[in-house]
Nanobody, 115 residues
Framework: QVQLVESGGGLVQAGGSLRLSCAAS????????MGWFRQAPGKRRDLVAT???????NYADSVKGRFTISRDDAKNTVYLQMNSLKREDTAVYYC?????????WGQGTQVTVSS
């Protein structure tokens, strides 16, 4: 069982920045595709960004140019740097790990952007 522990969420003003971190408990991290998803109240969980084991990245159109996903395999950690935050970025952000045997989710961390 792989555990994912997110941190870094909080309250920030519009235009501000936050960095989310997600630490994995297993070295399977190094071969996994990592991702961040988010879910706003009453809405479905949507993809924010992914990064493969080789470092290829993919972003939702709504965050391109503002968010950056990165990973540190030595620390089994994936990051999401969020800049120029908007009110519509308010959501619970979930870390996701996917590999050939299955997938795992973190418990989520709240990000609230105020005007």
């Amino acid at each position: 069982q792989v555990q994912l522990v997110e941190s870094g969420g909080g309250l920030v003003q519009a235009g501000g920045s936050l960095r989310l971190s997600c630490a994995a408990s297993d070295s399977i991290f190094s071969i996994a595709r990592m991702g961040w998803f988010r879910q706003a109240p009453g809405k479905r969980r949507d993809l924010v960004a992914t990064i493969t084991s080789g470092g290829s990245t993919n972003y939702a159109d709504s965050v391109k140019g503002r968010f950056t996903i990165s990973r540190d395999d030595a620390k089994n950690t994936v990051y999401l740097q969020m800049n120029s935050l908007k009110r519509e970025d308010t959501a619970v952000y979930y870390c996701h790990l996917g590999f050939y045997r299955g997938e795992y989710w973190g418990q989520g961390t709240q990000v609230t952007v105020s005007s």
